[in-house]
């Protein structure tokens, strides 16, 4: 159960970075994501009191929620894309 602590929360993060920002805020914001993520996970399940090493792989653990964050908002229909359906080029 604690593993999907951090990829739950790497997707949600994920889902609300792809929707709000673009460029070089995603990136930075992704970083920040996947380091909060990760680090709550590892604190929140004290797994830290066996090593810290458990770190590192809650970040991949968080870092791959976020990439399944990113690929579920990118297929969910947005107002932009929504409004182009309508337009016809002639």
């Known amino acids: 159960m604690d593993e ?3 990829l739950i929360l790497g997707a949600v993060f994920g889902a609300i970075i792809w929707l709000t920002t673009n ?4 990136f930075a914001l992704s970083v920040a994501a996947v380091i909060v ?4 996970a590892t604190i929140a399940s004290g797994e830290y ?3 810290w090493i458990y770190l ?3 970040f991949g653990e968080a ?3 976020l990439v399944v964050g990113y690929a579920v908002a990118s297929r969910l229909p947005t107002p932009r894309s929504t409004s182009r359906r309508g337009v016809t080029r002639g």
């Open 49 to 51: 009191h066996e090593s």
């Open 37 to 40: 993520s990760g680090a709550t």
């Open 56 to 58: 590192l792989l809650d």
């Open 23 to 26: 460029g070089r805020l995603r």
């Open 63 to 65: 870092a791959f929620g």
């Open 4 to 6: 999907l602590v951090p």
